[in-house]
């Protein structure tokens, strides 16, 4: 299981692209939101590392090359829209064909349901932006979108927002912790902040689904009344 475990650290991933990692985040992000295959990458820790690895001191402290930030802050954003647009228009394009084949290691028809029903609960905008948030649910959202319908011009209007917004926040988050950490000490604190990351970006979900519960709950029944909340 160790391969399993490598695919999922961020850190192995850059240090195994070396000289090539800046570019290697690029192609990650790409693949994780605009082909099914990619749901397993590890987005949101990546775009953490990456930011925290433009750091020349952290680079240099891990012995890899320190990644080019203005080349993440502006090619990242780019190929997570790409990504997307391409799920999009592969669901568009080839509907619920799209997801048929059996279960597999690789892909789960569970995914799936599970992107519909959040399509369902937030609506077409919301889900867009918010599935970025969410790791599996936003590599299936694109081409759920797009076997649902969602207009393409809508769909690119929200998924540049949301891209932007998931992509920079990260990327952000990650080189202000860089410059603040000494480098000596970065492994302590790679995963509990890539933990913090995705708790933080939860709280926009767990909000909506409160809200929309409390709305369930104060909707008029048949006869007039509304719902007790006990």
Not at 87 to 109: E, Q, T
Request: hydrophobic content about 55%.
């Amino acid at each position: 299981m160790d391969w399993l475990w490598n695919l999922l650290d961020p850190t192995w991933w850059l240090t195994v692209l070396g000289a090539f990692a800046t570019i290697g985040v690029l192609a990650i992000i790409f693949a994780e939101t605009g082909l099914l295959l990619g749901f397993f990458l590890p987005g949101d820790s990546l775009l953490v590392a990456a930011g925290i690895f433009s750091s020349v001191s952290v680079a240099q402290g891990m012995n890899i090359a320190p990644l080019s930030f203005p080349v993440l802050l502006i090619g990242t954003p780019l190929c997570a829209i790409a990504g997307a647009q391409l799920g999009h228009f592969l669901g568009a394009r080839f509907g619920r064909r799209l997801f048929d084949k059996p279960d597999s290691r690789l892909f789960k028809r569970e995914h799936v349901v599970r992107a519909e029903e959040f399509f369902e609960k937030f609506g077409p905008a919301k889900a867009v932006i918010l599935a970025r948030f969410v790791p599996i649910v936003r590599t299936f959202m694109n081409p759920v979108a797009g076997v649902l319908e969602m207009p393409a011009r809508r769909f690119f209007l929200w998924n540049v927002v949301g891209g932007v917004v998931w992509v920079e926040g990260l990327l952000l988050l990650g080189h202000f912790l860089g410059s603040k950490v000494d480098p000596k000490q970065i492994d302590r604190y790679i995963l509990p902040g890539v933990f913090v990351i995705v708790f933080i970006s939860l709280i926009p979900i767990i909000i909506e689904v409160i809200k929309k519960r409390r709305e369930h709950k104060n909707l008029p029944e048949p006869n007039g009344k509304h719902h007790r909340v006990h």
